[in-house]
């Protein structure tokens, strides 16, 4: 059974910093793109970060460059997303997925539940 599992978010500051955490299981982790989308009330989801071993392509979205760092250990098949310097309009539900191949051209497959995280002013 494949398993996404999401953690880390909570409530945070302005300025502030979160480390979200996505645990894979059952599939072949090396061979994925871990993706992160974002979707706020009322807001379209939102594409934010994306890793891959297959090719070492990553992907950051303009709105988060700069704030935000993605990584994976894929001797513990987790990736994480550092956040820093957040911003109010960081807040939304933050998801984790998961596709074959590089970040460049997948198509996600998998999607954990979420983890929220709320950015105060």
């Known amino acids: 059974e494949v398993q996404l599992v999401e953690s880390g978010g909570g409530l945070v500051q302005a300025g502030g910093s979160l480390r979200l955490s996505c645990a894979a299981s059952?599939?072949?982790?090396?061979?994925?793109?871990i993706g992160w989308f974002r979707q706020a009330p009322g807001k379209r989801r939102e594409g934010v970060s994306c890793?891959?071993?297959?090719?070492?392509?990553?992907y950051l979205s303009d709105s988060v460059k700069g704030r935000f760092t993605i990584s994976r250990d894929n001797a513990k098949n987790t990736v994480f997303l550092q956040m820093n310097s957040l911003k109010p309009e960081d807040t939304a539900v933050y998801y984790c997925?998961?596709?074959?191949?590089?970040?460049?051209?997948?198509?996600?497959?998998?999607w954990g539940q979420g983890t929220q995280v709320t950015v105060s002013s």
């Open positions: 890793t891959s071993s297959s090719d070492g392509s990553t």
């Open positions: 997925t998961a596709g074959a191949g590089s970040c460049l051209e997948v198509e996600y497959e998998y």
């Open positions: 059952g599939f072949t982790f090396d061979d994925y793109a």
